[in-house]
């Protein structure tokens, strides 16, 4: 294989494109983005801030859906702009690596991050992971240079930021690397360039209407993790186990191990600032996230920072065993769950989502455990948090709601609610009757 970035573009490219074909339908909190990005094209810039998500990706979304009125379907959209940005990353992540430890780390850096299930999944799934990546990339790659971009790299940071709240960790790292490697005036420089660009977050909120919040995830993430656990601690212990097979997952069951492998041998010789640099916001964000849940979107984040030492540990293995095709074999290998079937590929809901906007006034809403019917019928999709019984009953028991759409098995608890707000079982529409996984779905209609 060829050692040109541009192979690594071709090949990252091919397999997010395939990945938007396999994955035609967002995940749960890709329909928030995409509901943001909708209402902003519509209605202005007040959506992008009245949501618990950052900014970023639905703005990027509404310009594209707003440079075509009409003419692209919005899923579309996210996931052209999600998947391009998450192409492009990889061509800092091949330059930082190559700088650190040489070409060959780069190409297979380059091609983990290009074929990795998950850093193909979450883009087409619209998720915000996409222009995370990149921003997280280019910071990377502006303060690796042989002249450190500091500026350049704050931007970066911010935009990281402007993303995903977790962003804000570039800035100190940034910062620290920079006093080490070149001058106090460049990192605050650094700091200065971040600080103007997450400004946007806050100053965004306040001008249309929403207080001065630097991140609304803060608050919410305690109150619906840690905060609103019985034991705070022992919520915090109980997932902060799991993060190691959360990390597994999420950055590649051959990839991850590299990555502990190739950190450990560069650990042994002295890590330099440039790598520490790598590793401290990867660190944080491990200790961070289990006061809200251990999942692996939130490994994979700055999970490419580690890439480069993924590389290293490959290319190392690949110069010293004999049987080198058996080994890029299980590379491959380890990221085939991207062709296999996915729970979250959930076309019914789409379809349903549909059909029920069609039978609804713009007044009636619904009541739903599936965020992605809301969705596609055109309702604001709740917040994300665990849909609870007692909120659907709650809903239902709202005049305007006329329908109620459940999952079989998953919200069991609210139907005595239903039955006493005036609710009964209907057949699905006759299209969707025989439609895969239209068994697991139950359909709620208001008595008239």
Known sequence: MTRSPWSLLLLALTMRVVGCVLRPIPARDGVAYLWMAEQWAANGLGALFDNVFHPLYPFTVGLLLQASPGQLDTVVAGQIVAAGCSTLAVLPIHFSTRRLFGDRAALWAGVMFAIGAWFVRHPAECLSEG??????????AALLAPKPRALLAGVAAGAAFLARPEGLALVPAGMLLLARRDTVRAAFGHAIAATLVTALQPFGSLWTGHGFVLTPKAAFNWE???GGASSPLGHYLENLWQVPGD??????????????GGVVWRWRRGLDAREVALLLPFAVQCAVFPLLRSNLRFVSGFGVLLLPFAGLAFATLLQRWRWRWLLVLLLVASEAKLWLGHPADRTVERDLGRWLATQMSPADTLASDMPRLWFFAHRRPPPPRVIRPEDLVRWAQQPSCRFVALRRGRSDAALP???????AVVELPA???DAPDAG????WQRSP
């Open 247 to 260: 990390a597994w997952e999420g950055l590649g069951y051959l990839v991850f191990p590299m990555m502990l």
């Open 224 to 226: 619906v993790g840690a």
């Open 131 to 140: 222009p995370f990546h990149l921003g997280v990339a280019l910071w990377a």
């Open 417 to 423: 609610g239903l039955v006493q707000a005036g609710f």
């Open 431 to 433: 299209g969707l009757r």
């Open 440 to 443: 697991s779905l139950q359909l």
